[in-house]
């Protein structure tokens, strides 16, 4: 199983202010559903809040010692290795946030969807320094046409296949 994570940070590796997203540019999150769609997800329970609402098509595992399990929106692990095991025999498996959950397991990740927006951006939640000597950077997309112009990336842990 190929365990990765997706997500989008500013030129100062901000993910988030005071539980949400702090930028909406349309067409920027397109990459995220592309690539999660019929895939299992694992999120954090403030994350999972901060949603608003269902992603339809995914199998959504939400770690929290607090919520109870939603069969028809979530499903619920206490800890990140109760929610790999929940995703056996899954291709890969996508880790979504927030900012704990992806510093508890940069370690774990074979592969990195990162959207860097080309601007600095206040915030309060940061995504964990990369160390670029263990990947690869295997994709990379400009895209201008946007309120803020962002660079699509994969990494891919060195020696992974």
Sequence with gaps: MI???IVAI?????????NDIPWRIPG???RFKELTMN???IMGRKTYESLGRKLKGRDIIVISKTLE?????????????KALEMSKGKDEVFI???????KDTLHLADKLYITVLDDEIEGTIFYPKIDESQYNVTFEKYVTEAVIPYTYYTYERLNFY
């Design 3 to 5: 365990i990765s994570h």
């Design 10 to 18: 500013a030129k100062n590796n901000v993910i988030g202010k005071d």
């Design 28 to 30: 920027e999150q397109l």
């Design 39 to 41: 895939n299992t997800v």
């Design 69 to 81: 399990e939603n069969n028809n929106q979530y499903r619920v692990a206490h800890t990140i290795n």
């Design 96 to 102: 979504a946030g927030g900012g704990q959950l992806y």
